[in-house]
């Protein structure tokens, strides 16, 4: 069956086309002109309405424009092969928007596929099931034949998990998956090694759990970020509320989630009206009209798109690297009135395509707070309109705005808002925060936020975790930092509570190394297909070899840079806003980014390229040295390497032949003599670390035994 798009809405393409010639934008990619959604649809015949059911297919054909500025000027009609006229030009599309469309709504051939016998499923399935939040994988250790499985991912909008759904992703893990829980960057839980036999089984438990991985995956709204903090606080409550009700504007309607894993019995807790009134609103031409999927439409978006909401001054969401971000804006009492909205975030690249890039959010404008889904479902369309559908490597919303500015992208949104946005208001410097030990809720109830080496919950410390949140029945949120946060904690669990944490090896932030507090690292091998090198399984060792640095060159114990790894350029782990990022590019090879800083606001530029694991020290020394002798009052290492310039850097480094002689010397702080030192050295070399650190594991783990059950 052949299948055309029809060209743009003509009000819509006027507000383009007014700032085209004025563009500046460094990229220009041809933008992909296609899914217009338009209008009332006229009258259908049985028939064409009959074939455009049965294979999903809801195409816009142009029409004549209307006379009123903010009436549509294009009409979406149903048909099953749309009159092409002679002169027209199919539009070149990817494999996966073909996929989509013959899918009627994300269903087939997933459903044949996940009745077969065989462990795997075939292209077009595995490019779907996506969209139901899994994705297929094998272990890439093994040799010869595939042991395929999958990995499912939930879908919490600002992490939040009830304990019931705690406890019930505890159990799978063990029943069904590899034994572990990962704690997601986008503050979800990933549960690896699913066989597809369970597949059903371990999706129901989770949909009658009241959880979801409904568009945790896929060319369609993301999880929702929000700071994972419970205060009870207008700001925070509203930024989180927020978050939960564009999660649920932006959900699928079609029913194609609940056809597969729960034979159509839908589990959905009540919409609140303001919701459903922004999806089912086509004021504008957003919608799709008497689709299954009003604002999806058959195509869904062209990538991935992911949202952040926050408050002033909380930069734990890392904001500016997505799609969208929102902030609360509060008058002076304190009272939430509107939001700021930043646009065309993205952290994704490809290696050497000079064209791909990781880039920050802008301002766009601010919307009163009754407007908010209105904004966001209008940028949305926007995307969704004349996002690329032709190469998936250019799809991102972040390449729209690049080639077409800021200013023109504005002039689209406002046509489907229905308004001009207001002038973005100032607001304070951002903080990253991340929440972590024990705080006040600010209704007489504690939270505390726990570190988790790379978000992997496993062992002693899951079992522990299980035994504190199911005795005292507590919720838990999951933090963008894949670090985890206990709930409403009585004063009184305080004491025994913070006993079983410690003995599970979670412990207080001050008894952690500060570089493992703001680390971050991609599952990568085994089980990711994209992988090029180590993350998870490498940056352990990595910190270490950064901590022995460290002490080298004579930096304190308690300085610290933000270090992130990844296993390729996709940036699961926002390597781009670290100070020092690790992204592979090669077997035991990464590239090396600097530049980036602690508060998430500064975007890293790459400093090497194909720098092999053994040789990290090579560059690590002189950078950290220079940095200990050469840094200002206060400055970063983020900062220090920007104000040096990469030039310097290099020639740095090129010339590095170790630390000077005279800047050598033996740290005996810790030591009452030398024969003690060099014992401690002795034993230290065993486990490949230095007499120092050693000394100082030891050390905080006496002092953390003395502190167990002792008052914060």
Same mark, same amino acid.
């Given at each position: ?368 707070? *009754? ?8 940028? #949305? ?32 949104? *406002? ?54 949140? +199911?005795?005292?029945?507590?919720? #838990? ?101 670290? +100070? ?38 090579? #560059? ?93």
């Amino acid at each position: 069956m052949t299948t055309s798009f029809a060209a743009a809405n003509t009000a819509t393409a006027a507000a383009a086309g007014a700032f085209a010639s004025s563009s500046d934008a460094k990229l220009q990619i041809h933008s992909f002109n296609g899914l217009k959604s338009t209008g009332t649809p006229p009258a259908l015949s049985s028939n064409s309405l009959l074939l455009s059911k049965r294979f999903g297919v809801f195409h816009s054909v142009s029409a004549s424009p209307s006379s009123s500025s903010s009436a549509p000027s294009s009409i979406v009609r149903a048909v099953s092969t749309p009159v092409k006229p002679e002169t027209s030009k199919e539009t070149k599309r990817s494999k996966v928007e073909i996929i989509k469309e013959h899918s009627n709504y994300i269903r087939y051939p997933l459903n044949e596929e996940l009745e077969t016998d065989a462990p795997n499923i075939n292209e077009s399935a595995t490019q779907l099931i996506k969209f139901h939040g899994s994705y297929q994988q094998y272990n890439r250790d093994e040799r010869g034949t595939r042991s395929y499985s999958f990995m499912l991912r939930t879908k919490n909008p600002c992490g939040k998990v009830s304990n019931r759904l705690y406890l019930v992703m505890d159990d799978l893990a063990d029943e069904f998956g590899i034994g572990t829980l990962r704690l997601t960057t986008r503050q979800t839980f990933q549960l690896h090694g699913v066989l597809k036999k369970d597949l059903k089984t371990v999706m129901s438990m989770i949909i009658n759990n009241m959880g979801s991985t409904l568009g945790a995956c896929g060319d369609l709204n993301r999880n929702v970020l929000a700071p994972a903090a419970p205060y009870v606080r207008k700001d925070y409550m509203f930024a989180q509320e927020t978050a939960e009700n564009i999660a649920a504007l932006l959900t699928p309607q079609s029913g194609f989630y609940y056809d597969m894993w729960v034979d159509g019995e839908r589990f959905m807790s009540a919409e609140p009206p303001e919701v459903v009134k922004a999806r089912n609103d086509n004021s504008h031409g957003t919608n799709f009209p008497d689709s299954p999927e009003p604002i999806y439409g058959t195509q869904f978006l062209p990538r991935k798109f992911k949202i952040a909401v926050t408050v002033p001054t909380d930069n734990s969401v890392d904001l500016f690297t997505n799609d969208i971000g929102v902030v609360v804006v509060s008058d002076g009492d304190g009272e939430p009135k509107g939001f700021n909205i930043y646009v065309g975030g993205g952290m994704g690249r490809t290696h050497r395509v000079e064209a791909t890039f990781p880039r920050l959010a802008e301002p766009l404008g601010y919307v009163p707070k *009754e407007d908010i889904l209105y904004a966001i479902k209008a940028i #949305v369309v926007t995307q969704r309109e004349h996002g690329r559908r032709d190469d998936r490597k250019y799809s991102r919303m972040k390449y729209l705005i690049s080639s077409w500015g800021i200013e023109k992208f504005r002039a689209v949104v *406002e046509q489907y808002y229905g308004k001009k946005f207001e002038a973005i208001c100032n607001l304070p410097e951002w903080e990253f925060k991340s929440y972590l030990g024990w705080h006040e809720q600010g209704d007489g109830a504690l939270f505390c936020g726990l570190h988790v080496d790379n978000g992997r919950v496993k062992g002693t410390m899951k079992t522990m975790l299980r035994e504190i949140i +199911e005795k005292y029945k507590l919720n #838990v949120r999951i933090t963008p930092n894949q670090n985890i946060i206990l709930c409403d904690i009585k004063h009184a669990w305080k004491r025994p509570i913070s006993t079983v944490l410690a003995q599970g090896g979670l412990l207080q932030p001050r008894y952690v190394d500060p570089l493992n507090l703001t680390a971050m690292a991609c599952p990568a091998f085994p089980l990711c297909p994209l992988a090029i090198t180590e993350a998870e399984r490498g940056i352990p060792d990595i910190l270490k070899r950064v901590r022995a640095v460290f002490e080298k060159v004579g930096l304190k114990y308690n300085e610290s840079v933000v270090i992130r790894i990844t296993g390729c350029p996709n940036g699961c782990a926002r390597p781009y806003m670290a +100070e020092l990022g690790f992204v592979g590019d090669g077997p035991n090879s990464y590239q090396i980014w600097l530049g980036g800083n602690s508060n998430q606001t500064s975007l890293a530029q790459v400093f090497l390229d194909k720098v092999k694991l053994h040789d990290l020290e090579k #560059v690590l020394e002189p950078l950290f040295y220079h940095w200990k002798r050469k840094r200002q009052s206060k400055e970063s290492f983020g900062d220090f390497t920007i104000r040096t310039g990469f030039e310097k850097l290099k020639e740095l480094v090129d010339k590095w032949e170790g630390i000077p002689e005279s800047s050598t010397r033996y740290n005996l702080k810790l030591f009452a003599d030398r024969e003690t030192y060099e014992a401690m050295d002795e034993l230290a070399r065993v486990q490949d670390k230095t007499a120092h650190q050693l000394a100082m594991e030891v050390i905080r783990g006496f002092v953390a035994s003395q502190q167990n059950g002792k008052s914060e």
